[in-house]
């Protein structure tokens, strides 16, 4: 009996001995099931490590690289996250194989277990091109890029989580684009037009509306003028041409018009304005749209060389950029040129050039008017009779 209870006794304080031992070896972490808390100050990182995969029951293999002294304060964290930000915080990466954790740099990972591994991803939206800068830039070095043009297609090669980076990259990336339809309508106006439409191109303002039998005085107003002037009136659904009026804003000196195309229609039909052309465009957001209304003037090229050609006529550049809050920003470029005179032995055209730039916020729906573009041209006429009007002397009796 002295004999057992003697055993007894040795062997509790022999149990108490090596708790107190653990205690003194692990002072920063305490465990409930998977989860740690952990408060270390200056300490080894690879002790802290050590500790964590021990506790877990993991195995542990850390590079000679690994050193340093870190401080860590976490409150019941999975001991999986744990690893991940010690090591990630410090410059490291952690891969687990099997039951075994391996702590080493990113590179030394990759190259010892992760090399070779590639994926290919197909675009269904965006540009291979496109994407493969994307990645380039945003991901680090150890990832090489490739594309395949044919399929729209990128593909990557590296470690496993710089590959789960680059899907998710990808995924933000390959979005259905918004579309935008414009429809452009390229007018020529005569100066006296101009002055009837009522354009007051320094932004002054306009007048209240006339009448079909006023339209040398009639103005483009802005909504809250008219009205103002005329609260009750219908010519807002319904203008001169008989239906719903449209709003339009004038380039960079902004004002939302009414009553325009009821006084554009009037001046079509007393031949004033020309319709040069009416054309449709898409463009995706962002992305640039041209428009060209011209002709081609070719002209000698000189000494055993080719003829020469030059643009002329009307060109729009727009490029619209869709907002979150519905409206629409457009950046808008028109240009005119025209042939003003030949060289003095005809040998090249001298050309003349109009061109403005602006950028407006429009809603859907909406117009946007830009003038201003004006070319002045003299003409000489002179009405005479048939051959009596030819004759030397007394022809200008009969002109």
């Known amino acids: 009996m002295r004999f057992k209870g003697c055993t007894w006794i040795r062997s509790s304080r022999l149990l108490l001995t090596a708790a107190v031992v653990a205690a003194m070896l692990m002072p920063g972490l ?5 989860n740690i808390t952990l408060d270390f100050r200056d300490t080894d990182i690879r002790q802290i490590i050590k ?3 021990q506790q877990s029951g993991t195995n542990i293999i850390a590079e000679k690289s690994v050193r340093g002294n870190v401080t860590v304060k976490m409150s019941d964290v999975y001991y999986e996250e744990a690893m991940n930000l010690i090591a990630k915080t410090n410059g490291f990466a952690v891969r687990k194989i099997g039951n075994t954790w391996i ?10 277990f992760e090399k070779g591994l590639t994926i290919t991803k197909r675009l269904q939206y965006a540009k291979a091109a496109d994407v493969s800068k994307i990645i380039s830039s945003t991901i680090r ?6 594309t395949d043009e044919r399929i729209n297609a990128v593909i990557v090669s590296g470690g496993k989580e710089l590959l789960d980076e680059v899907k998710k990259l990808i995924e933000t990336i390959d979005t259905p684009v918004h579309q935008v339809m414009m429809e452009a309508k390229i007018v020529e106006v005569k100066t006296d037009a101009s002055k009837s439409i009522g354009f007051k191109w320094q932004g002054t303002t306009g007048q209240d509306a006339g009448t079909w039998n006023d339209m040398d005085s009639l103005p483009v107003f802005s909504t809250k003028e008219y009205f103002a002037a005329n609260p009750d009136s219908s010519l807002y659904q319904e203008a001169f041409t008989g239906q719903q009026g449209e709003m339009f804003g004038l380039g960079d000196f902004y004002r939302d018009n009414l009553l325009f195309k009821a006084t554009f229609s009037c001046l079509e039909s007393r031949s004033e304005t020309k319709v040069l052309s009416n054309p449709k465009i898409s463009s995706v957001n962002g992305q640039e749209a041209n428009i060209v209304v011209g002709t081609k003037v070719i002209y000698p090229g000189g000494a055993d060389q080719p003829p020469r050609e030059k643009d002329t006529g009307i060109k729009l550049k727009i490029t619209p950029r869709i907002n ?11 240009e005119v040129s025209f042939v003003e005179s030949w060289s003095a032995n005809n040998t090249y055209p001298v050309i003349g050039t109009r061109s403005a730039k602006t950028t407006v916020r429009v809603r859907d729906g909406e117009e946007i008017l830009i003038g201003g573009l004006i070319r002045d041209e ?3 006429e002179n009405n005479k ?3 009596l009007g030819n004759l030397p002397i007394i022809k200008n009796l009969f002109s």
């Open 30 to 34: 305490l465990r409930a099931d998977d």
């Open 51 to 53: 500790v964590i995969a």
């Open 103 to 112: 702590l080493a740099t990113e590179k030394i990972l990759t190259d010892s």
């Open 141 to 146: 070095k150890e990832v090489k890029v490739a």
């Open 324 to 334: 979150d809050d519905g409206y629409i920003t457009v950046d808008a470029e028109p």
């Open 378 to 380: 003299e003409s000489k």
């Open 385 to 387: 009779i048939p051959l």
